[in-house]
């Protein structure tokens, strides 16, 4: 492994599973870690999310080869500032973040000539905290990484060789086409999830009780996304602005059609649409990225 | 149990439940069962959904003092037609549809003096068919009777008294109020899962295969509601199209906000409504009518 020091800073639900992933899959490899709420580095150090918990940032990265910054978007130039004077020169600075245009700007801004690379494990659930990573979270999932055009590329296949060695797939592609992608797959799933929960949870009509009750026709499963960390979300809404609401357009296009035959009693373009989708999760079955269980055989909970 | 002979009628995931449900819980009971489609009568056979498999519907209600209609919901009425000179006077009717003042309707107008309860267990997959059901689909899940105002209490009762021997938890409700919780719970969280698997699928800037690749972000869990029976769905956005299109003009307005306030930068009121929606998630959990495993235990996936 090129890496034979890892920095961990965030010791959240991501920056956590990395912890625990390399003990478990890079037993040859160090690690020390980094959080800003004393409470987490108590917990990160009870669990042994990272070999060493430091009390600060610029001593966590000291001696790094690999420094993964696990903090929200919008906390990554403050970040790379505190850590910017005690960086080995040669330190390859990454991170985990869902909008890398954005990520990108803020670190090469912060950190001018230290090698950067960001990344992007597509991975994750709706848990946060230092109590939700586990080691095999990286498992099978797909890792993005975004180099600036002038990155390093032995910098970029070491990268690559790591986050493969986390159990995870590797992609590259630029800040910009990344930033679309997950605005479709990630960021507008978890706009509309959250919003729909709070159209549900100020209703007069409807209590809040009856959405309780009997979520289980559908409902529940936004629920889960919508359990998802604010402070997360709210900076990654903040940071890919313009390629969510370019997708967030289309879909009000879309929604706008579905609306009309509705209205016009239109079955035969709904059910155009209902059928279309189901090849789309066909191919999710297929690639190993959902199970084909129903409900992911949560159907026998309560029995 | 009131009801010593059951007649369903639509073997998919709904009907081919009640039949392995009662054939569990309720040994004492025989059940006939029929599907307008040959095919499903015989693997229905083979499967044992129902005691008997009939040729046609009227053969199954015959001697039945229940019949359930498991059927899309735009096929009730034809349904009870058929049905309509083969049915034993006294016997009660019911059914288990997503839009109840519809099917009230058209049951009453296609039976005239055969009483009627019509009834909804809130519960099921993304799966249909005769292969889908299994017998603890209905365990620690509502189901929702709306007799009409007319309707005999010993019927209402011994109908609830038959849901809960198959798991069910039992709830009364009129028909107009049932139409718009299940908007909000079910119908929409439908829709717009619909929809936006149908934009991504839609997309020039992003492949198809991306869409896939990358779906483990969220995106993933609405394309499992989207792969529901289109038939089915199709028929509950005709028949409930008062209700639907009231709750989805209140989310587009809720949407409306949120976007504006991506546009505006505001990041405090996107943090209030990502905090403010977790809470239901928790009372979701508490009520047992979901999991809080991550990812509903599918996270290993892989590993």
Partial sequence: MSFERVAIIGLGLIGGSIGLAIAEHLPGVTTTGYDADPAVRRRAAERGLAGTICETAAEAVADAELVILCVPVGAMGEVARQIAD????????????????????????????????????????????????????FHHRWCILTPPVDADPG???????????????????????????????????????????????????????????????GFRDFTRIAASDPTMWRDVFLNNRDAVLEMLDRFLTDLEGVREAIKAGDGDSMFDLFTRTRAIRRGIIELGQDDARPDFGRADHGA
Same sequence: chains 1, 2.
Avoid: N
């Avoid at 985990?96 to 000539?113: D, Q, Y």
């Avoid at 986050?163 to 797959?185: C, I, K, P, S």
């Fill in 86 to 137: 005690a960086l080995p020169p040669d330190a390859l600075v990454s991170d985990v973040g869902s909008s890398k245009r954005s990520i990108t700007r803020a670190l090469t801004e912060a950190l001018p000539g230290q090698p950067v690379i960001p990344a992007h494990p597509v991975a994750g659930t709706e848990h946060s905290g230092p109590d939700a990573g586990f080691a095999t979270l």
């Fill in 155 to 217: 910098l970029v296949a070491s990268l690559a060789e790591f986050w493969r060695a986390l159990g995870a797939m590797v992609e590259v592609m630029d800040a910009e086409h990344h930033d679309l992608v997950l605005a479709v797959t990630s960021h507008i799933p978890h706009l509309i999830a959250y919003t729909i929960v709070g159209t549900a949870s100020d209703l007069e009509e409807v209590t809040r009780g009856e959405v309780i009750k009997y979520s289980a026709g």
